[in-house]
């Protein structure tokens, strides 16, 4: 299923929407190598990456096993995971330092804007444009910026507490952009969204928030046992903190409409 527009109208431009789609394009074709592939980066291939692509890689995205032991791989770790192919190699405590200038916390938020390739950027920003942009109207610029950003990091540990030892990079937007769809179905859960639905041939449907969103999170439970490819964790860990946000703010009564025309559901906070 590809959702590609709803029906809530936004009366304001989004802009933290728009900046964060530009910046992950402009890091994607201007600053990242382009050879980085997402099938090389999470799975045994590891070592298809090349050279100063590598590098780039290991220098800026997170690494379950860096967070977790608060350093930067060692160079016996590095080889054994990118020359041998072992995804679980963090055991060398106290060898030399692959990147030692590495923030490897910093790399939380960094990891957010690379993507593997432009297929996995093009599916993540569209994504974000369909459910980022009435998030960003409905609870203010300043608030959906921190929800996208903490979401980010919260999946990203989600992931970590699932395969502590992994050393294998994560990158992408997924995480952040799960927990903005999490807000959304908390936000919209009526919301019609017009969505391409593939049964061997394609069809257009508009589908309640509600029902996409839960299929949505359903498929990614079935990656469980299956695609180690795919930080499911990551998108399930988002998405949780994500609704578990917007239950709160709306609990609270301190969500935001700010004029716009919110759906029969989407109750509007005391002024």
């Known amino acids: 299923m590809i959702p590609f527009a709803d029906e809530t109208p936004v009366r304001r431009f989004p802009w933290v929407t728009v900046v964060l789609i ?52 060692t160079e016996r770790e590095f080889n054994d995971t990118f020359r041998v192919g ?35 950027l093009f599916g993540n920003l569209l994504f974000l444009w369909v459910f980022g942009n009435d998030i960003e109207h409905r609870w203010g610029r300043w608030r959906y910026l921190l929800l996208y950003l903490f979401g980010g990091v919260v999946a990203s540990l989600a992931h970590v507490l699932t395969d502590p030892n992994s050393t294998v990079p994560l990158i992408g937007a997924s995480g952040a952009i799960a927990a903005v769809m999490g807000a959304y179905l908390i936000c919209y859960p009526s919301t019609r969204v017009k969505t391409i639905i593939f049964f061997g041939f394609m069809l257009l449907r508009k ?65």
């Open 22 to 73: 530009a910046i992950c394009v402009i890091v994607f074709f201007a600053v990242q190598p382009t050879r980085i592939a997402t099938e090389h980066i999470l799975s045994p291939d590891l070592e298809l990456v090349d050279g100063d692509d590598l590098r780039f890689l290991v220098d800026n995205a997170a690494i379950p096993c860096e967070i977790v032991k608060g350093r930067p791989l």
């Open 86 to 120: 072992d995804a679980s190699a963090c055991s060398d405590r106290d060898g030399r330092r692959h990147s030692p200038a590495k923030i490897v916390y910093l790399a939380l938020l960094t990891s957010m804007f690379l993507h593997g390739s432009p297929a996995h």
């Open 207 to 271: 589908v309640k928030a509600l029902w996409l969103l839960l299929a949505w999170l359903a498929m990614q439970l079935l990656l469980i046992p299956g695609d180690q490819g795919i930080a499911w964790a990551a998108h399930v860990g988002g998405f949780a903190f994500g609704a578990l946000v917007g239950l709160l703010w709306r609990t609270r009564g301190r969500e935001r409409d700010d004029g716009a025309a919110a759906p029969r559901d989407a109750v509007a906070a005391p002024t």
